[in-house]
């Protein structure tokens, strides 16, 4: 089976959060940073900085968490985010 990520996006005030999933993270965030699609959300609203990502061994896996942040809170998000990265750090020079 393929892996999976679940990430986080954010803009440069960190406020606005975008969650997704990805088979390959380092590949997906860069489409994000250089805004390959114009019209999609993160372009849209200059969401360029990975604050979290968490890795899954089955893409099934990483879908199934993804809906679950999606349908939690922004205060859970944040709190998710600030539990490994209180700095709010660009996190994509760890890939």
Not at 10 to 30: A, C, D, I, Q
Not at 35 to 51: C, D, E, H, I, W
Not at 58 to 67: N, P, V, Y
Request: charged share 25%; proline share 3%; with cysteine.
């Amino acid at each position: 089976m393929k892996p999976g990520y679940v990430y986080i996006m954010t803009n440069k005030n960190n406020t606005t959060l975008y969650v997704g999933v990805t088979s390959n993270l380092e590949r997906r965030v860069k489409e994000h940073k250089c805004k390959k699609y114009p019209k999609a959300f993160t372009a849209r609203y200059n969401l360029g900085k990975l604050v979290y990502y968490e890795a899954h061994q089955i893409i099934g896996d990483a879908i199934g968490r993804e809906k679950q942040l999606k349908a939690g809170s922004r205060a859970k998000k944040i709190a998710l985010i600030e539990s490994i990265n209180p700095e709010w750090l660009d996190l994509c020079n760890e890939l």
